[in-house]
C-alpha cells in the first residue's frame, strides 16, 4: 500500500517538471521566433542605408562627414547583427545591439535633420520614396522588436518564478536581455537648424 | 460570445418553426374535417412541419456560410474592391502595403491580402475571412487619398484587430444566420403567390385557403426574425468595434492615429459612406457607418464622437482643429506629405 503510495507521488512529480519544462521550451521558441523576424527587419534597415547614401551624396555636398558616420555606424550594426545570430537573447549580445542600432538611429536622425537645409533633395521624388521605405521600415523594427520584448518577458518570469524557476535552474534556462535601442532621444528631438 | 450568439438564434429558428408548425397543423386538419367545430391541433403533424421548416432554415444558413467561405479574398472580391500587389508604381497603395505589412508584424500574424475598393469618395475599411491565413483587409479610395500616414495606420491596426479577434468569423456566420431567415421570407413568397394564382384560376380550389394563411404567417415570421436577426447583429458588431478600436491602438501604440481618422470622417463631407450596392449586405464588417442610419437600434457602429471621444477625452467637436476642416485642405495635405509640393 505504501509503495504504491510513494509511487503515486513519484510519477505526480515526474509530470509536474515534464510539464514545466515543456512550458520553458515553448516559451524559449517564441522569444527566438520573435528574434529572428527582428533579425530580418534589421537587414532589412541595413540593406537600405547604402542606397539612401547613394542618394543623397549628390545634393548634400558640404556633408560628407555625416554620410561617412552614417555608412562606418551602419557597418558596425551590420557586423553586430550578424554576430548575435548565434547568441540569441545573450544579455550582453542584446545590450551590445541595442546600442549599435540606437547610434545608427541617431545618426540617421541627424542625417534627415540636415536633409531640411536642401530643398531640392526634399523635392526629389526618390528621396520621397527613400523617406517612406525608411519610416516603413523602422517601423516594422519598432513592432517587432516590441513583439520580441513582450515573448522575452513571459519567458523570463517563468524562468524566474517559483516553481519553474527550479526546473530552470536545473536545464540550464537562463534569462534573455531585452532589446532596448539607446539614442531613442536624439530621434525624438527637433532638429536644430540655425541660419547664422 | 459566439456560443450565445448561436444559442440565441437557435432558440428564434425553433420558436419560429413551432408558430409555423402550429398554424399548419390547424390550417390543414380543419380543411379536411370541415365538420369539426372547434380547431384541433394535431401534434404529430404541427412537430412534423416545425422540424422541417427548422431544417430548411439551418440548411440554408450553413450554405451560406459555406458559400461566403472563408477566404477573405472572396468577400472582398463581392464588394468591388481590387487587389493590390506589390509591383505597384503609386506612392498611395505603396505606403498602404507597407502600412499592412507593419501591423501585422505588431500583431504576430500572417500579412493578409490587401485590397481597395476604387471610386468610393467615403472613408472606410473592412476586414474578411474565416481565419487569420485568409484574411484580407480593404480600404475605399477615400480612405487612401484623405488620411495621412498614421491615421491610415490606426485604420489598418483596427481592421487588423478585427482579424486577431475572430470578429471576421463572426461576422461571416451572423450574415449566414440572417440568410437563413431571409430564405423563410422568401419562400412565404413564393408560397402565397402560388396560393393567389391557384384561387384565381379556379372558384372551389379549398386548397388555397389554409396556403394563403400559412404564407402569411412564413412572410410575416420570416420578416420579423430577419428584424430581430439584424438587431442582434448590429448590437454585436458596436460592441466589438469599440474593442477593435482599442486592440489597434495596442499595436500602434498611437491613439491620435485612429482617432484623427475618425475626426476625418466627420469632417469630409462623403464621411464613412460606401455607394457600392453589396455594402448593405456587409455593413457590419466596416471601420465606421457604410449605409443606413448612423444612431439606433440597427446601426452597426457606435456614434463617431463617442468612438473618438474613447480615444482622446479632450475632443470638442466645435473647435476641434482636425474635425472642423474641409475636405480641400486635408486633400491637399494628405498629398503634400506624400507627394511633395510639385508631385
Known amino acids: 500500500m505504501e509503495l504504491i503510495i510513494v509511487l503515486l507521488v513519484i510519477v505526480a512529480l515526474v509530470v509536474f517538471v515534464v510539464v514545466l519544462y515543456n512550458n520553458l521550451v515553448r516559451l524559449r521558441n517564441a522569444y527566438i521566433n520573435a528574434f529572428a523576424q527582428v533579425d530580418v527587419q534589421l537587414k532589412r534597415r541595413h540593406d537600405l542605408i547604402p542606397q539612401l547614401v547613394e542618394t543623397v551624396k549628390g545634393y548634400m555636398k558640404h556633408e560628407r562627414e555625416t554620410l561617412e558616420a552614417v555608412i562606418q555606424a551602419r557597418n558596425q550594426a551590420e557586423q553586430i547583427r550578424q554576430a548575435v545570430g548565434n547568441a540569441v537573447g ?11 542600432e540606437g547610434a545608427l538611429g541617431g545618426m540617421l536622425g541627424r542625417l534627415f535633420a540636415l536633409s531640411e537645409a536642401y530643398p531640392d533633395l526634399k523635392a526629389s521624388a526618390n528621396f520621397m520614396q527613400f523617406q517612406e521605405e525608411l519610416t516603413s521600415t523602422e517601423n516594422r523594427v519598432a513592432y517587432a522588436r516590441q513583439a520580441y520584448n513582450d515573448a522575452g518577458m513571459s519567458y523570463n518570469n517563468a524562468v524566474q518564478s517559483v516553481p519553474s524557476n527550479f526546473v530552470a535552474s536545473t536545464f540550464g534556462f537562463r534569462e534573455v536581455g531585452m532589446l532596448e535601442f539607446e539614442d531613442r532621444e536624439a530621434i525624438q528631438q527637433a532638429p536644430k537648424v540655425s541660419f547664422s | 460570445m459566439s456560443f450565445v450568439l448561436v444559442a440565441l438564434f437557435v432558440v428564434m429558428v425553433a420558436l419560429i418553426a413551432g408558430i409555423l408548425g402550429t398554424l399548419a397543423s390547424i390550417f390543414l386538419v380543419e380543411e379536411q374535417v370541415a365538420q369539426v367545430d372547434e380547431l384541433r391541433v ?3 403533424l404541427a412537430i412534423g412541419v416545425s422540424l422541417v421548416v427548422m431544417a430548411v432554415i439551418f440548411a440554408v444558413s450553413f450554405f451560406k456560410i459555406a458559400s461566403l467561405g472563408s477566404d477573405g479574398a472572396r468577400v472582398a472580391q463581392s464588394l468591388g474592391a481590387e487587389e493590390v500587389t506589390e509591383d505597384t508604381q503609386n506612392p498611395f497603395k505603396k505606403r498602404y502595403l507597407n502600412i499592412i505589412d507593419e501591423m ?17 469618395q467615403g472613408i472606410n475599411a473592412f476586414a474578411a475571412g474565416g481565419s487569420p491565413e485568409k484574411a484580407a483587409i480593404g480600404v475605399t479610395h477615400g480612405a487612401l487619398v484623405k488620411l495621412n500616414r498614421e491615421e491610415l495606420a490606426g ?4 481592421e487588423m484587430a478585427h482579424i486577431a479577434n ?3 468569423r463572426l461576422n461571416v456566420r451572423l450574415m449566414g444566420m440572417v440568410f437563413g431567415l431571409v430564405a423563410l421570407y422568401t419562400i412565404g413568397r413564393v408560397v402565397l403567390r402560388s396560393a393567389a394564382l391557384s384561387r384565381g384560376g379556379s372558384r372551389d380550389n379549398r386548397g388555397a385557403a389554409p396556403m394563403l394563411a400559412i404564407g402569411i404567417a412564413m412572410v410575416v415570421l420570416g420578416s420579423l426574425g430577419v428584424l430581430g436577426g439584424r438587431i442582434l447583429q448590429s448590437a454585436v458588431s458596436r460592441k466589438r468595434e469599440y474593442l477593435a478600436d482599442a486592440t489597434g491602438v495596442q499595436f500602434t501604440r498611437n491613439p491620435q492615429g485612429l482617432a484623427n481618422a475618425l475626426k476625418k470622417i466627420g469632417a469630409t463631407a462623403a464621411g464613412s459612406h460606401v455607394e457600392n450596392g453589396h455594402a448593405e449586405e456587409a455593413r457590419h464588417m466596416f471601420f465606421a457607418q457604410a449605409t443606413g442610419s448612423f444612431v439606433g437600434l440597427f446601426s452597426t457602429h457606435p456614434p463617431l464622437d463617442q468612438r473618438i471621444r474613447a480615444l482622446d477625452p479632450r475632443f470638442d467637436p466645435k473647435s476641434d482643429p482636425i474635425y472642423t476642416k474641409d475636405d480641400k485642405q486635408i486633400l491637399r495635405e494628405t498629398r503634400h506629405e506624400l507627394v511633395g509640393p510639385w508631385g
Open chain 2, 42 to 44: 394535431v401534434p404529430e
Open chain 2, 166 to 168: 475572430l470578429d471576421t
Open chain 2, 104 to 120: 501585422s508584424i505588431a500583431a504576430g500574424l500572417p500579412r493578409p491580402r490587401a485590397f481597395v475598393v476604387k471610386h468610393e
Open chain 2, 155 to 158: 485604420v489598418v491596426a483596427h
Open chain 1, 90 to 100: 545573450d544579455p550582453k549580445a542584446m545590450a551590445q545591439l541595442g546600442q549599435a
